[in-house]
Nanobody, 118 residues
Framework: QVVESGGGLVQAGGSLRLSCAAS????????MGWYRQAPGKQRELVAV???????NYADAVKGRFTISRNNAKNTVYLQMSSLKPEDTAVYYC??????????????WGQGTLVTVSS
C-alpha cells in the first residue's frame, strides 16, 4: 500500500510538502510519482522520479514543484512552492512496484486534498 500525507489549505503563494510511503511485498520500486485531479477534470501527471533520480514535471508546475525520493525508505516527496489556486486538487501518489516474486504492479494512494485559496 501507499499512504500519503501533507495536504491541506494554504494561501496562494504559499508552500506545502506532500509525502508518500510505500510498504508491503516490495522488492524494489521503479518510478514513483504524483498525479492530481481537480474537480470536473481528469487525473493528470504532476511529477515523476525514477529509481536513479531522473525527474519529469508537468509544464504547469516546472520551477515551482520539486519531487524527490528516498529509496531506502520507499518514500517520495513533493515540495510545492508558489502555489496557485489552480493547483487545488486531490493529489495521488503512484508507485511502480516489483514484488519479492518479481511481479510488477502499480500502487495508488487514497489521495490527499490540497486547497489553495486566493
Amino acid at each position: 500500500q501507499v499512504v500519503e500525507s501533507g495536504g491541506g489549505l494554504v494561501q496562494a503563494g504559499g508552500s506545502l510538502r506532500l509525502s508518500c510511503a510505500a510498504s508491503g511485498n516490495i522488492r524494489s520500486i521503479n518510478g514513483m510519482g504524483w498525479y492530481r485531479q481537480a474537480p470536473g477534470k481528469q487525473r493528470e501527471l504532476v511529477a515523476v522520479v525514477t529509481s536513479d533520480g531522473t525527474t519529469n514535471y508537468a509544464d504547469a508546475v516546472k520551477g515551482r514543484f520539486t519531487i524527490s525520493r528516498n529509496n531506502a525508505k520507499n518514500t517520495v516527496y513533493l515540495q510545492m512552492s508558489s502555489l496557485k489556486p489552480e493547483d487545488t486538487a486531490v493529489y495521488y501518489c503512484n508507485a511502480e512496484v516489483v514484488s519479492q516474486s518479481l511481479n510488477h504492479f502499480e500502487l495508488w494512494g487514497q489521495g490527499t486534498l490540497v486547497t489553495v485559496s486566493s
